[in-house]
Each structure stands twice: as structure tokens, then as C-alpha cells.
């Protein structure tokens, strides 16, 4: 996964202004945000509540899952954090739930200590930046997409990221995986056609449970879990 040169340096350089940029976002503000993202969340990704869902700690000023993903658990899901295992080799997944022994891994971020490995059924994945057909830059190790590219079957990618994450481009390579769907506060979008199409909820849970079933994910609710 080795970048050309330019295309390296174009994304440090893009990657470091939209950090800047999220961490500068007043705290109201982002707290605005991220209660639309939750909403959107919610009311389109409920079905999730019996798969396996793979989340981020939040980091650097990114959209919390937190909230969320404990809701899915209380309804039947399970959860996972990832854990990086080596440099250039995917990321392992490992369950996690409120009060479980956390210990520092990458980026000082806490993961699970000793728990399952597990294989997500889909991937709540924050981005640095979101490109126009789903493309996401994230903090440059390439985890990710080698994870992604390796899973069977593929997961469901849900990127998370704020409207001020917006890139013409990351320019995406062969090896970068798109996301299925992106979710900013303003709505949900879904990959089609090589670009995103915003959707509603309702069209999102039918969406989201037609992947699942193609795919031979854990069956995903066809309500978005909304009884």
C-alpha cells in the first residue's frame, strides 16, 4: 500500500487541516452535531441490534458511538473495538462492553484486554475527510482498508464524520475501500453509481437489511429496530 509520493503528501497535508478544523469547532456546536448524527443513527441503523458492531474510541474531536452502540447492546447486539496487531497487517477485533478491563493501545487508545476475537458484521468507522463517491481519508496507517479488503464476508462500512470533514476527493487508490454509507448531522448517504445518494431512514433500515442478506451478514432488522 505504498502511496506515490505527491498523492502522500497532498493527503498529510489535507489530513492535518481537517483535524485542525474539527478540534476548532466550538463545543456547542459539536455537540449539535453529534446529537443529528446519533438521530440519524438511530433511526437508520437500529437493525443493527443483531449484528456484531465493530466501533472507535472517539479520538481527536471525532463523533462518539458510544451512546449508540451501548443502546445496541442493550437490545441484543454485540460490540467490538479494534486493536492494531502490527504495522501493515488489519486490524483484529475484539468485543467490548461497559465496565470491561481496557488497557492502552495505539494512539493510547484503550482496548479491550483479552477478550473475544470476533468478526464484525459492520464497521462504525470515523473519517478525517469524505470524499464525493464514499472515499475516506483516515490518519494515514491504511488499517482500515487492509481490514476491510480482507473481511468475509465484507462488513457493512458506515462512515461517521461532521459536513466540515468535506473533501473534493482523498483520492482514492485500487486499494481504498469505499464506505457503504456516510452519515454527517445533516443526513444519511448511501454509495450508488460511484457517488453517495442521500436517503431516509426508512429507505436506510431497507438498504442496510438487503446488504446483510446478500452478503450473509447476521440478519439486520428490516424496522431499523424501531418497535
Known amino acids: 500500500m505504498t502511496l506515490p509520493p505527491e498523492i502522500a503528501s497532498r493527503r498529510k497535508a489535507e489530513r492535518a487541516a481537517l483535524i485542525a478544523r474539527r478540534r476548532a469547532?466550538?463545543?456547542?456546536?459539536?455537540?449539535?452535531?453529534?446529537?443529528?448524527?446519533?438521530?440519524?443513527?438511530?433511526?437508520?441503523?437500529?437493525?443493527?441490534?443483531?449484528?456484531?458492531?465493530?466501533?472507535?474510541?472517539?479520538?481527536?474531536?471525532?463523533?462518539?458511538?458510544?451512546?449508540?452502540?451501548?443502546?445496541?447492546?442493550?437490545?441484543?447486539?454485540?460490540?467490538?473495538?479494534?486493536?492494531?496487531?502490527?504495522?501493515?497487517?488489519?486490524?483484529?477485533?475484539?468485543?467490548?462492553?461497559?465496565?470491561?478491563?481496557?488497557?492502552?493501545?495505539?494512539?493510547d487508545l484503550p482496548v479491550p484486554d483479552g477478550t473475544a476475537v470476533v468478526r464484525p458484521d459492520a464497521l462504525l468507522i470515523p473519517a478525517v475527510g469524505i470524499g464525493p463517491a464514499g472515499d475516506r481519508l483516515g490518519y494515514g496507517g491504511g488499517f482500515f482498508d487492509r481490514t476491510l479488503a480482507q473481511l468475509e464476508p465484507a462488513p457493512i462500512a458506515v462512515g461517521l464524520a461532521f459536513e466540515l470533514s468535506r473533501m473534493p476527493t482523498s483520492e482514492p487508490l485500487a486499494h481504498d475501500v469505499l464506505m457503504d454509507f456516510v452519515i454527517t448531522e445533516t443526513g444519511i448517504e448511501a454509495a450508488a453509481g460511484g457517488g453517495l445518494e442521500r436517503i431516509g431512514a426508512e429507505e436506510c433500515a431497507r438498504r442496510v437489511a438487503g446488504l446483510a442478506e446478500v452478503r450473509g451478514l447476521a440478519p439486520a432488522r428490516l424496522d431499523g429496530g424501531r418497535s
Open 25 to 107: 469547532a466550538p463545543a456547542a456546536e459539536h455537540a449539535r452535531w453529534s446529537a443529528r448524527i446519533e438521530a440519524h443513527l438511530r433511526q437508520g441503523f437500529g437493525g443493527l441490534e443483531g449484528m456484531i458492531v465493530g466501533f472507535c474510541w472517539p479520538f481527536q474531536g471525532e463523533f462518539d458511538a458510544r451512546p449508540f452502540v451501548r443502546d445496541l447492546r442493550r437490545r441484543g447486539a454485540r460490540a467490538a473495538l479494534p486493536v492494531v496487531v502490527g504495522k501493515g497487517q488489519p486490524l483484529e477485533f475484539r468485543e467490548w462492553w461497559p465496565g470491561v478491563a481496557m488497557i492502552n493501545g495505539v494512539y
